[in-house]
């Protein structure tokens, strides 16, 4: 069963940033599917809770240096 989560993501800030956020995650086991907007500023993926879980997805993005808003996603 797939779910989906949008994730708040501040410092992207062009789509090289989106491209590489978008690679970064879809590498992890149970990530189906990633839109990243820098414009947005949000990550939207698509994965399954049985591979990955949101906390994965959430430090991945840190680990690259963005700051991910806990509070609203």
């Known amino acids: 069963m797939t779910t989906q989560i949008t994730i708040p993501v ?3 800030s062009c789509t090289g940033c989106e491209n590489n956020v978008q690679f970064a ?3 992890l086991e149970g990530v189906e599917a990633v ?3 820098h414009l ?3 990550v939207i ?3 399954d809770p049985g591979g990955t879980s949101s906390d994965d997805l ?3 993005i840190e680990d690259m240096g963005y700051t991910v ?3 609203q996603g």
């Open 45 to 47: 993926v698509d994965y």
């Open 58 to 60: 959430r430090k991945a």
């Open 35 to 37: 839109d990243a907007d």
């Open 10 to 12: 501040e410092g992207m």
């Open 69 to 71: 808003n806990r509070e």
């Open 40 to 42: 947005g500023r949000t």
């Open 25 to 27: 995650l879809t590498s």
